[in-house]
């Protein structure tokens, strides 16, 4: 039978690691997780959420999907929003995506890549609105590559923000920030691409609830 005996001498090494630093730490992690932040980033390999931000285990509820998409068919992603907001009471939601990702090119080549082209249709649908844009103001195939990984983001910010459960916790006056990021994997770096949701009046009339 493969074990995969490496990974788990690898944890027993961190997990010792950890305790010598902070004797208490996983008795104080096994109590209760009550992050503040809910991660919604690409699969990628490269881009491991905690890691990057330099938090520790506990201190984020994550998410990771193909090129960091929120689907409103996808109920496994609206039941980490739902349980995030209205259980973990996060107040903030972070988006991040990264240049460069495989997710986002494969919309933006419209190559046949199998099961994966019904994933991506939402960014082939972003790309499509917006590839006057891009073809305008990019040059090369790197730069409007970065470009829709910016758009993609942008476009996750409004899918969240339009969901009942984020209309209706700013409704009650809750403190929940929606944020856009994108990361770097070439410098490891982050960055806030200033696009963010806060209340209800930010979004287009089209999108928001009546819940009277």
């Known amino acids: 039978m493969k074990t995969l005996s490496k990974l788990f001498e690898n944890n027993k090494k961190w ?6 630093q902070d004797p208490d730490f996983f008795k104080r992690l096994s ?3 009550k992050p503040k932040y809910l991660w919604i980033g690409c699969a990628d390999s490269r881009v491991p959420a905690t890691q ?6 506990g201190e984020m509820f994550v998410h990771r999907n ?4 929120v689907s409103y068919r996808d109920l496994n992603c609206l039941s980490v929003i739902d349980y995030a907001v209205n259980y ?3 107040t903030d939601i972070i988006v991040c995506g990264h240049y460069g990702c495989g997710g986002v090119e494969g919309a933006l080549n419209q190559k046949d890549l199998g099961l994966i082209n019904y994933w991506i249709q939402d960014i082939a649908e972003t790309y499509e609105k917006n590839h006057t844009h891009i073809n305008e103001k990019c040059t090369g195939h790197g730069e409007q590559l970065n470009r829709l990984c910016e758009l993609n983001v942008e476009k996750q910010i409004e899918n969240i923000s339009a969901l009942p459960v984020v209309q209706k916790a700013w409704k009650a006056g809750r403190d929940l920030t929606i944020h856009g990021w994108i990361y770097s994997i070439e410098d490891g770096l982050l960055k806030d691409l200033g696009h963010q949701m806060q209340k209800i009046e930010q979004l287009p009339k089209a999108l928001q609830l009546d819940f009277d």
């Not at 193909?66 to 998409?69: D, F, K």
């Open 15 to 20: 997990a010792q690691s950890v305790e010598n």
């Open 52 to 57: 990057i931000c330099g938090l520790d285990p």
């Open 31 to 33: 109590k209760q997780q």
């Open 88 to 90: 973990l009471k996060v």
């Open 66 to 69: 193909i090129a960091n998409l």
